[in-house]
């Protein structure tokens, strides 16, 4: 009877075990097209970022042009 009710409790946790990964499979599916959207929004963002970087070096060579200009007229 013993080993009967061991058997008993190997098998209960393979059956658990396997609806466990079932689901975390599952679940992972879908963390990956919750990650493939956060992806493509912080591409966004990384472009946007990009671009105020770009900006702001043509504004300070800009700033910087003035005053290296205005240094050697001044």
Known sequence: PLY???ASD????QVYYDNT???????RKKSL??????????KTRLQATEDD????QVALTEVYELLAGGGANG
């Open 33 to 42: 097209e919750e990650l493939t959207k956060e992806n493509k929004e912080l």
């Open 21 to 27: 990964s079932l689901k975390a499979k599952h679940e």
């Open 4 to 6: 009967s009710s061991a």
């Open 53 to 56: 970087l770009t900006n702001t």
């Open 10 to 13: 190997v098998y209960k946790r």
